[in-house]
């Protein structure tokens, strides 16, 4: 398991960088964060990442969890803290089911 490092989109370039996944990875959550998976494996990658901080009353927020299919890549969030971060560590984690030539990039909006 390995902390995703966080890049910021700005108004200026950046040269994303990915890593790659593990069974299971953490990142930092944010309501401007998401994950950018790239699956160049044979396999489907199932994604998932699950709500840890429990619903609101009255509120039910689902875990999330797509299907990444061989050969392509997506785009899964955002990830708001209030719902999937840990009350602990204040980290999201998220699976995956295949991880053979996966990588992943956490990237997260900035504000102007």
């Keep these: 398991m390995a902390l995703l490092a ?9 040269i994303p960088t990915y890593a790659a996944v593990a069974a299971s990875d953490t990142f930092v ?24 901080a429990g619903d609101p009353p009255g509120l039910t927020i689902s875990d999330v969890s797509n299907a990444v299919a ?6 899964i969030g ?10 602990t560590t204040g980290l999201a984690t998220v699976t995956h089911s295949f991880t053979t030539s996966v990588t992943a990039g956490v990237f997260k909006l900035s504000q102007p």
């Design 70 to 75: 061989n050969a392509t890549e997506g785009m």
């Design 78 to 87: 955002p990830f708001p803290a209030n719902f999937f971060a840990d009350p």
């Design 6 to 14: 966080t890049q910021t989109i700005a108004r200026v370039k950046i």
């Design 29 to 52: 959550p944010d309501s401007q964060t998401f994950l950018h998976i790239k699956n160049a494996g044979g396999s489907s990658d199932t994604v998932a990442v699950q709500v840890l």
